[in-house]
T-cell receptor, first 112, second 112 residues
Framework: EAEVAQSPRYKITEKSQAVAFWCDPI?????LYWYRQILGQGPELLVQ????????DSQLPKDRFSAERLKGVDSTLKIQPAELGDSAMYLC??????????FGPGTRLTVT | KQEVTQIPAALSVPEGENLVLNCSFT??????LQWFRQDPGKGLTSLLL?????REQTSGRLNASLDKSSGRSTLYIAASQPGDSATYLC???????????FGQGTRLTINP
C-alpha cells in the first residue's frame, strides 16, 4: 500500500539553528500539505501545494519558515532560525483530488 | 471562523463496551468530515471519510455519522478492545478551502 514518506522521524536542534524536513507524497497525488501539531492539540495547516504552486500559506510564519515543491513531487519545509516554540510534530499529507488526505509518520522536532 | 470541537478531551471505558466519540463544527458548509486515529508519537491514520452527501460510513467495528444541520459528527466504536486505545481526531473540510480543520482530539483508554 502506498504511503507518505517523511524524514527525519526525529530531530533535535538548538535554537537559532536551521532545520529541514522532507516529504514524499503518494505517487500521483497533486496536493501536498504541511501541518504542525503542538502536543495535546490538533494539527494546523502551515502550507498547501497544488503541484508546484502554493495554494495557501496564510498560517506559515514567513519570517522563519519556507517551503518548496520544485518539481511538484516531493517537498521540503525549512525553519531558520529555529525557536523554542517551534518544538512540535510536523506532519505531511497528500491527496489525489483534495478530498481524502493521507498522512505520513511525521517529524518530531525538539528545539533546545 | 470555522472551528471543530471534540469533547471530552479524554475518555476511559472498560473493555467490551460500545462507545461514542463526539465532534461538533461551526460551519454547515462542510463538504466532508474525516476521522483519524493517532497513536502516541505517531502520525495520523485515516479511519473514515464522510462526504457531505452521505449521512454515515462504516468500517468493521467503526461507524461514523454526519449531521450537517446540527453541526455534529459521531464515531461509534462497537465492542471496544484495549488495542483501540489512542487519540481520535475529527477534521472538517469546508467549502472554499481544501485544508482540514481539526478538533483537539479525544484520548481514549480501553481498560482490560
Amino acid at each position: 500500500e502506498a504511503e507518505v514518506a517523511q524524514s527525519p522521524r526525529y530531530k533535535i536542534t538548538e535554537k537559532s539553528q536551521a532545520v529541514a524536513f522532507w516529504c514524499d507524497p503518494i505517487s500521483g497525488h497533486a496536493t501536498l500539505y504541511w501541518y504542525r501539531q503542538i502536543l495535546g492539540q490538533g494539527p494546523e495547516l502551515l502550507v498547501q501545494f497544488q503541484d508546484e504552486s502554493v495554494v495557501d500559506d496564510s498560517q506559515l510564519p514567513k519570517d522563519r519558515f519556507s517551503a518548496e515543491r520544485l518539481k511538484g513531487v516531493d517537498s521540503t519545509l525549512k525553519i531558520q532560525p529555529a525557536e523554542l516554540g517551534d518544538s512540535a510534530m510536523y506532519l505531511c499529507a497528500s491527496s489525489l483530488a483534495g478530498v481524502e488526505q493521507y498522512f505520513g509518520p511525521g517529524t518530531r522536532l525538539t528545539v533546545t | 471562523k470555522q472551528e471543530v470541537t471534540q469533547i471530552p478531551a479524554a475518555l476511559s471505558v472498560p473493555e467490551g463496551e460500545n462507545l461514542v466519540l463526539n465532534c461538533s463544527f461551526t460551519d454547515s458548509a462542510i463538504y466532508n468530515l474525516q476521522w483519524f486515529r493517532q497513536d502516541p508519537g505517531k502520525g495520523l491514520t485515516s479511519l473514515l471519510l464522510i462526504q457531505s452527501s452521505q449521512r454515515e460510513q462504516t468500517s468493521g467495528r467503526l461507524n461514523a455519522s454526519l449531521d450537517k444541520s446540527s453541526g455534529r459528527s459521531t464515531l461509534y466504536i462497537a465492542a471496544s478492545q484495549p488495542g483501540d486505545s489512542a487519540t481520535y481526531l475529527c477534521a472538517g473540510g469546508f467549502q472554499g478551502a481544501q485544508k482540514l480543520v481539526f478538533g483537539q482530539g479525544t484520548r481514549l483508554t480501553i481498560n482490560p
